[in-house]
C-alpha cells in the first residue's frame, strides 16, 4: 500500500552460554577467570610436589621438564604483586606442603671428599646429587618468597613451627655447599622478619649444636649457623642478657672441643670475639677454655688455638689473668719446644706482642723460672736453623727486661733435664743403649726362656717396622707382587 513503510527485520542476539568466560559485551567474566587461575596455579603446586627417579636419566623425561617448567612459572608469579595477592598467599598453605615435601627429605649419601686420594695418587672427581637441580629452583622460590613484602608474619609464622625448625636445620647436614648457602639465607630472612619466633630459632640452633659438641662431632652446616649467629650476636643489646652469657659459655666455648673444628673455626672465632666486644669480661672464661681443650697431636688445630689465644690475651685485663699464668706459660712453652715447627713459629709471635710482654714483665717472678731455661737451652741445641736464630733474639730480650731475675731463673734451673725438642748428643744414645743392653743381660741370667723384645728405639731397628700403617703398605703391595 502506497505511504507505508516496510520494516526491517531486527537482527536478534545469540544465546548466551554459561560456561563462556565472556560477557554480553565481549569482557572476560572476572569469576570464572579467578576460578581458572587458581585451578592452574594448584596444578601447578600439584606437577611440582611429584618425585621421580632423578639417578636414571631416561626415566620420565617428559614428567621431570614439566615439573621444572612448573618451578619456573611458580618464580616468576613472585615478581608480579598481582598474582601474589590473589593467588600465593590465598593459598599458602599449598604452597607450604610444596615446599615442605620437596626439601623435607633423608640427606644423600654424597661423596665430596678425595678419599682415595692417598691410594691413587690422583684427584678424584666429586659426585653430584642428581635431584639437586629439580630442588635449586624450590629453594630459590622460598627464599624469594620469605623476603616478598606482601607476604606478611602474621601469614607465614603459622607455618614456622618447631618441628619445622628442626627438620630446616637438619637440611644443614647436607654435603651440596649450594644449598647449605640457600638454608643459611633462608633460615636468616625468617629470624630477621618472624620476630616472635626468634627465641624459638635460637633454641633450636643450641640444641642442635649441643648434639655437635656432645654426640655427632661432624656436622656439614656449622659454618653456616655460626655465620647466621654473628649477625644475631652483634645485634645484641649490652648488658648482655643471662641467657645469652650461658649461651657463650655452654655453647661457643666448648665448640673448641670439636674434633672437626678446624671447618668452622674462623667462624667460630669471629662469634668469639664479637662477644668479646659486647662483654670483656668474657675473656677469662674462653682463656680457661681454650687452655682446657687445647688440642693434642694436631699442628693445624693447636695454630689456630694460638692465633685465637693471641688475640683475646688483647682483651684481657693484665690484673685478671694471675690464675692462668702457670697454665698458660706452660702451655706456651711447650708450643716452642714442641717438634712442628710452624706450631713453634707462631707461639714465637707472643714476644713480638705488647700486650703479651706486658704480662711477661708484670708476672716476672712467675714466667721468668719457667720460660728463661727452655729458652736458653732450646737457643743452644734446637734443631731448626731458622727458629734457634729466633731463640737466641728471645733470650737476649729476656736478659735485657731483668737481668737478675734471668740469672736467678737459670741457676734455680740448673739440674733440670732436656725434656723439649733439642739435638740428642750421641753420648745420651749410647748410654741409654748400654742401660737396655745390661737389663736385657740380668734378666737373661734370671730366666733362660727370656727373648729380647723387638724395641722401635733400637739403633739397629727401623721405626717404620713398628708403623702399622708402613706395615698394610708392605702387605699390599706384597699381596700385589704375588
Same mark, same amino acid.
Given at each position: 500500500?502506497?505511504?507505508?513503510?516496510?520494516?526491517?527485520?531486527?537482527?536478534?542476539?545469540?544465546?548466551?552460554?554459561?560456561?563462556?568466560?565472556?560477557?554480553?559485551?565481549?569482557?572476560?567474566?572476572?569469576?570464572?577467570?579467578?576460578?581458572?587461575?587458581?585451578?592452574?596455579?594448584?596444578?601447578?603446586?600439584?606437577?611440582?610436589?611429584?618425585?621421580?627417579?632423578?639417578?636414571?636419566?631416561?626415566?620420565?623425561?617428559?614428567?621431570?621438564?614439566?615439573?621444572?617448567?612448573?618451578?619456573?612459572?611458580?618464580?616468576?608469579?613472585?615478581?608480579?604483586?598481582?598474582?601474589?595477592?590473589?593467588?600465593?598467599?590465598?593459598?599458602?598453605?599449598?604452597?607450604?606442603?610444596?615446599?615442605?615435601?620437596?626439601?623435607?627429605?633423608?640427606?644423600?649419601?654424597?661423596?665430596?671428599?678425595?678419599?682415595?686420594?692417598?691410594?691413587?695418587?690422583?684427584?678424584?672427581?666429586?659426585?653430584?646429587?642428581?635431584?639437586?637441580?629439580?630442588?635449586?629452583?624450590?629453594?630459590?622460590?622460598?627464599?624469594?618468597?620469605?623476603?616478598?613484602?606482601?607476604?606478611?608474619?602474621?601469614?607465614?609464622?603459622?607455618?614456622?613451627?618447631?618441628?619445622?625448625?628442626?627438620?630446616?636445620?637438619?637440611?644443614?647436614?647436607?654435603?651440596?655447599?649450594?644449598?647449605?648457602?640457600?638454608?643459611?639465607?633462608?633460615?636468616?630472612?625468617?629470624?630477621?622478619?618472624?620476630?616472635?619466633?626468634?627465641?624459638?630459632?635460637?633454641?633450636?640452633?643450641?640444641?642442635?649444636?649441643?648434639?655437635?659438641?656432645?654426640?655427632?662431632?661432624?656436622?656439614?652446616?656449622?659454618?653456616?649457623?655460626?655465620?647466621?649467629?654473628?649477625?644475631?650476636?652483634?645485634?645484641?643489646?649490652?648488658?648482655?642478657?643471662?641467657?645469652?652469657?650461658?649461651?657463650?659459655?655452654?655453647?661457643?666455648?666448648?665448640?673448641?672441643?670439636?674434633?672437626?673444628?678446624?671447618?668452622?673455626?674462623?667462624?667460630? *672465632?669471629?662469634?668469639?670475639?664479637?662477644?668479646?666486644?659486647?662483654?670483656?669480661?668474657?675473656?677469662?672464661?674462653?682463656?680457661?677454655?681454650?687452655?682446657?681443650?687445647?688440642?693434642?697431636?694436631?699442628?693445624?688445630?693447636?695454630? *689456630?688455638?694460638?692465633?685465637?689465644?693471641?688475640?683475646?690475651?688483647?682483651?684481657?685485663?693484665?690484673?685478671?689473668?694471675?690464675?692462668?699464668?702457670?697454665?698458660?706459660?706452660?702451655?706456651?712453652?711447650?708450643?716452642?719446644?714442641?717438634?712442628?715447627?710452624?706450631?713453634?713459629?707462631?707461639?714465637?709471635?707472643?714476644?713480638?706482642?705488647?700486650?703479651?710482654?706486658?704480662?711477661?714483665?708484670?708476672?716476672?717472678?712467675?714466667?721468668?723460672?719457667?720460660?728463661?731455661?727452655?729458652?736458653?737451652?732450646?737457643?743452644?741445641?734446637?734443631?731448626?736453623?731458622?727458629?734457634?736464630?729466633?731463640?737466641?733474639?728471645?733470650?737476649?730480650?729476656?736478659?735485657?727486661?731483668?737481668?737478675?731475675?734471668?740469672?736467678?731463673?737459670?741457676?734455680?734451673?740448673?739440674?733440670?733435664?732436656?725434656?723439649?725438642?733439642?739435638?740428642?748428643?750421641?753420648?745420651?744414645?749410647?748410654?741409654?743403649?748400654?742401660?737396655?743392653?745390661?737389663?736385657?743381660?740380668?734378666?737373661?741370667?734370671?730366666?733362660?726362656?727370656?727373648?729380647?723384645?723387638?724395641?722401635?728405639?733400637?739403633?739397629?731397628?727401623?721405626?717404620?717396622?713398628?708403623?702399622?700403617?708402613?706395615?698394610?703398605?708392605?702387605?699390599?703391595?706384597?699381596?700385589?707382587?704375588?
Amino acid at each position: 500500500m502506497k505511504g507505508t513503510k516496510q520494516k526491517q527485520p531486527v537482527p536478534t542476539k545469540a544465546p548466551s552460554k554459561t560456561t563462556t568466560t565472556t560477557t554480553a559485551s565481549g569482557q572476560r567474566n572476572p569469576a570464572t577467570a579467578n576460578r581458572n587461575s587458581k585451578e592452574a596455579f594448584v596444578k601447578k603446586l600439584q606437577i611440582c610436589m611429584k618425585h621421580y627417579d632423578y639417578k636414571d636419566e631416561t626415566k620420565d623425561v617428559r614428567g621431570k621438564t614439566e615439573r621444572l617448567n612448573a618451578i619456573n612459572e611458580l618464580q616468576q608469579m613472585l615478581s608480579d604483586q598481582k598474582n601474589v595477592a590473589t593467588l600465593i598467599i590465598p593459598n599458602l598453605d599449598e604452597v607450604m606442603q610444596m615446599i615442605e615435601k620437596n626439601i623435607f627429605r633423608p640427606l644423600p649419601n654424597v661423596n665430596k671428599k678425595n678419599l682415595a686420594f692417598s691410594e691413587t695418587g690422583m684427584d678424584q672427581e666429586e659426585e653430584v646429587d642428581p635431584a639437586w637441580p629439580h630442588l635449586q629452583g624450590i629453594y630459590e622460590f622460598f627464599l624469594q618468597l620469605v623476603i616478598n613484602e606482601a607476604v606478611d608474619v602474621k601469614s607465614l609464622k603459622v607455618y614456622v613451627t618447631p618441628q619445622f625448625v628442626q627438620e630446616f636445620l637438619e637440611l644443614f647436614d647436607s654435603e651440596e655447599s649450594v644449598e647449605r648457602d640457600y638454608l643459611k639465607n633462608i633460615l636468616h630472612k625468617l629470624y630477621a622478619k618472624l620476630v616472635p619466633r626468634r627465641k624459638m630459632i635460637r633454641k633450636a640452633i643450641n640444641e642442635c649444636f649441643y648434639s655437635l659438641i656432645h654426640e655427632t662431632h661432624k656436622f656439614n652446616g656449622a659454618a653456616e649457623l655460626l655465620d647466621i649467629l654473628a649477625s644475631i650476636i652483634s645485634g645484641f643489646a649490652v648488658p648482655l642478657r643471662d641467657e645469652h652469657v650461658i649461651f657463650f659459655k655452654n655453647v661457643i666455648i666448648p665448640l673448641h672441643k670439636v674434633q672437626t673444628c678446624s671447618q668452622f673455626y674462623e667462624q667460630l *672465632l669471629r662469634c668469639s670475639m664479637l662477644f668479646l666486644t659486647k662483654d670483656r669480661t668474657l675473656a677469662i672464661p674462653l682463656l680457661e677454655g681454650l687452655l682446657k681443650y687445647w688440642p693434642f697431636a694436631n699442628c693445624i688445630k693447636e695454630t *689456630l688455638f694460638l692465633t685465637e689465644l693471641q688475640e683475646v690475651l688483647e682483651v684481657c685485663e693484665v690484673d685478671k689473668v694471675e690464675h692462668l699464668i702457670p697454665k698458660l706459660f706452660k702451655r706456651i712453652v711447650r708450643c716452642i719446644g714442641g717438634i712442628h715447627l710452624q706450631v713453634a713459629d707462631r707461639a714465637m709471635c707472643f714476644f713480638e706482642n705488647d700486650y703479651f710482654l706486658n704480662i711477661l714483665k708484670t708476672y716476672k717472678d712467675k714466667t721468668f723460672p719457667m720460660l728463661v731455661p727452655v729458652i736458653v737451652d732450646l737457643a743452644d741445641n734446637h734443631w731448626h736453623k731458622i727458629l734457634q736464630e729466633s731463640l737466641i733474639a728471645l733470650k737476649t730480650i729476656l736478659k735485657e727486661i731483668d737481668p737478675f731475675a734471668f740469672e736467678e731463673a737459670l741457676r734455680m734451673n740448673a739440674n733440670q733435664k732436656k725434656q723439649f725438642a733439642v739435638k740428642q748428643d750421641e753420648d745420651d744414645r749410647k748410654n741409654f743403649d748400654k742401660k737396655w743392653e745390661r737389663l736385657n743381660n740380668k734378666l737373661k741370667q734370671q730366666d733362660g726362656s727370656y727373648a729380647e723384645p723387638e724395641y722401635p728405639f733400637k739403633q739397629s731397628n727401623l721405626i717404620r717396622d713398628f708403623n702399622e700403617l708402613y706395615q698394610k703398605i708392605y702387605d699390599k703391595e706384597k699381596y700385589i707382587n704375588l
